[in-house]
């Protein structure tokens, strides 16, 4: 059984940073896709990054040039560096998993919140 650990999360001022990781645990091999989601209150779940088996990554527009998106396939981890944060970043977090058959794997969701 595959489960994702997530943590990280927290309360930071708007400008602050957090980095959050999640790492992988049980009977699986590697991951195709690592991913990272939010859901702010009352709005649909958000990819915001991602990252391949090679290290290619994707990030929401309105993120691109303040989060990171990094995983080492040994430690079957992921992380996510987010720099000058905004109001609008506040959200649970959740990471996301595919393994080589396409199976997803979720994280529990860690909350981060941005006040002024």
């Known amino acids: 059984q595959v489960q994702l650990v997530e943590s990280g999360g927290g309360s930071v001022q708007a400008g602050g940073s957090l980095t959050l990781s999640c790492a992988a645990s049980g009977s699986i091999f590697s991951f195709n896709s690592m991913e990272w989601y939010r859901q702010a209150p009352g709005k649909q779940r958000e990819l915001v990054a991602r990252i391949t088996l090679g290290g290619s990554t994707l990030y929401l527009d309105s993120v691109k040039g303040r989060f990171t998106i990094s995983r080492d396939n040994a430690k079957k981890t992921v992380w996510m560096q987010m720099n000058s944060l905004k109001l609008e970043d506040t959200a649970v977090y959740y990471c996301?998993?595919?393994?080589?058959?396409?199976?997803?794997?979720w994280g529990q969701g860690t909350q981060v919140i941005v006040s002024p």
């Open positions: 996301q998993m595919t393994d080589r058959i396409f199976r997803e794997y």
